[in-house]
Structure formats: structure tokens, C-alpha cells
DNA sequence: ATGGTTGATGGTCAA
């Protein structure tokens, strides 16, 4: 199964980026976030003529939205509230005996401080409340695929400057610690360390306030694929398609693919 | 310490 999961910032402004995206990759199925679209107006036709008859969508109007987009069929579709907010940041979908998970987390604002900045407690609390409902429902051996962005860069080469983003939102230590224990409490595998060494520098999104997004290279890994023990050993490769962020008007999240075998 | 850009929206807010 070739799974992509990108950040396109607007289903509906660069569904000919998806189509592209689509032709370049071929996924089985596709997790999208910043979808910005309501349901009633989420472009089903135009996924089912994409190649993908079995769609879950979850959106609202402005900002937020998830959606899958699968060549298999989609059972036990659910979509959890976090936080007690109506936010569509959270896509669970069944798909041939894998539960695939769509997730948003939020990016939480500009000052790193719970206290100062309702955003970042938010994301803080929503990553908190993550971990505590991973940690009671699931198990190693479950089947379980966590794709989405994350908004958190964790290792020092998931940034351009560790130390210079130190204090900024998306690699604080604070975040970091709790993505961590998120990760632990399954546990899950990063499907994008498992083939690219830590010492490498991967990134998947690039600011859009840079006038040459090229320049020094300046960008960090806030997109995620996690897989659970169960399905570690069926992992088979990753691609970033950073060329995505070179296009016409692109998204500032590039797509990700990992490609996972069947059983 | 600050500003930089983009998208949905029709004021700003979120990222």
C-alpha cells in the first residue's frame, strides 16, 4: 500500500497540485489536512474521478479539515473531537484490516508560552490528551497507521538551526517531550527515521514568509507517518516529494509517501 | 526583537 499524507493547505484552491501529486506518487490512499472546506462543499466527484471512489471528509468553514482519499474501500469511519472543540483536526478510517488515522495537530501560534498564548496551551493539551487515549485504546500489536502533520519537528535535524529554533513553536523542548511520550505510548515507529538515519536532515515544509524558500534551506519535518510495532517489519520505504514545493502557488507542506506491504 | 507570506474571508484570523 503506497500511503501519501500532505498538508495542501486548501483542497479546493490546488486540487490540480493533488492530481499531480497523484500522478507522481500513484498512492492507494491519501490523508490530506487543511482541507478549509465544509462537507457539503468538499470535492468528492472530483477525488472519485482522481481514482479514489472511497473518500472520508471532515471539514469546517475557514480553516482545519481532514480527509482520506482511498483506491479500497473505507469502513468504521470515525471523527473524534479533542479537546471538547469542534475543530476537524481528527480522520479514523478502517482500510483492508489497518486503522488509518488522519490527524491535524494544531500549530499553536507564535509565542511559546502556555500562559501568554491560548494556541500553544491548546496544542499542548491537545498532543496530552493524544497520548492518553493512545496509551488506553491501543496496543502493539494493533494494526495502526498515524499520518498527518504534526506541527512538532523533533530531532535536531528535523530543523535547519536547532539552537535558533529552540524557542520557537514547533521545536521547543516542552513539545518535543510530549510528542515523545505521544510516540511512547503505544508504541509507535517513525516510518521516516525508519529508513533515513537521524543524522540526516529531512524536512517537509518550508515558511511561506521567506522570499526564496530555496535560500539556506530553511525548513522542518512537521509531517509525520507513525506506524505501530504490528506493521513495523511491512514498512518498505519513503519518499518526500520536496520538488512539490517548487510548483505553481504550492502549499508550504510538501506530500509524503511511505509504502507499506501487504500481509 | 522583529518581520516576513499565504488562504479564507470580506474584519481579521490562522498558519
Known amino acids: ?10 483542497v479546493r484552491l ?28 468538499f470535492p468528492a466527484d472530483a477525488c472519485r474521478e482522481l481514482g479514489f471512489p472511497h473518500l472520508a471528509f471532515h471539514g469546517m468553514k475557514g480553516y482545519n479539515g481532514v480527509a482520506i ?12 473531537l479533542r479537546c471538547d472543540k469542534a475543530d476537524c483536526r481528527h480522520l479514523i478510517a478502517d482500510i483492508g ?3 488509518l488515522h488522519c490527524l491535524y495537530i494544531p500549530a499553536g501560534g507564535d509565542i511559546p508560552d502556555p500562559a501568554a498564548n491560548a494556541k500553544f496551551a491548546h496544542k499542548l493539551d491537545f498532543v496530552r490528551e493524544l497520548t492518553a487515549w493512545y496509551g488506553t485504546a491501543y ?4 494494526r ?25 513553536v514547533s521545536h521547543t523542548p516542552i513539545e518535543v517531550e510530549l510528542l515523545g511520550k505521544l510516540q511512547d505510548s503505544v508504541p509507535f515507529v517513525d516510518a521516516m527515521r525508519h529508513f533515513i538515519p537521524p543524522e540526516e536532515r529531512l524536512y517537509t515544509w518550508w515558511s511561506y514568509r521567506s522570499p526564496d524558500w530555496t535560500r539556506n534551506d530553511r525548513g522542518r519535518r512537521l509531517d509525520h507517518v507513525w506506524v505501530t510495532p504490528a506493521l513495523k517489519e511491512s514498512l518498505r ?16 507542506h510538501v506530500p509524503v509517501l511511505v509504502e507499506i506491504a501487504e500481509s
Open 139 to 142: 496496543s502493539p500489536d494493533k
Open 237 to 252: 520505504g519513503v519518499q518526500v516529494l520536496r520538488d512539490a514545493r517548487a510548483w505553481t502557488q504550492p502549499s508550504d
Open 69 to 80: 482519499l482511498s483506491k479500497r474501500p473505507l469502513a468504521a469511519i470515525h471523527k473524534p
Open 14 to 41: 490546488r486540487f490540480d497540485l493533488l492530481r499531480r501529486v497523484v500522478e507522481e506518487l500513484a498512492p492507494d490512499v491519501v490523508c490530506l489536512q487543511e482541507t478549509k472546506v465544509t462537507d457539503d462543499l
Open 97 to 99: 484490516g489497518v486503522e
Open 144 to 168: 495502526l497507521i498515524l499520518a498527518g502533520d504534526f506541527n512538532i519537528a523533533p530531532l535536531e535535524t528535523d530543523v535547519w538551526s536547532h539552537k535558533q529554533l529552540l524557542s520557537v
Open 1 to 10: 500500500m503506497r500511503l501519501v499524507t500532505w498538508n495542501i493547505n486548501s
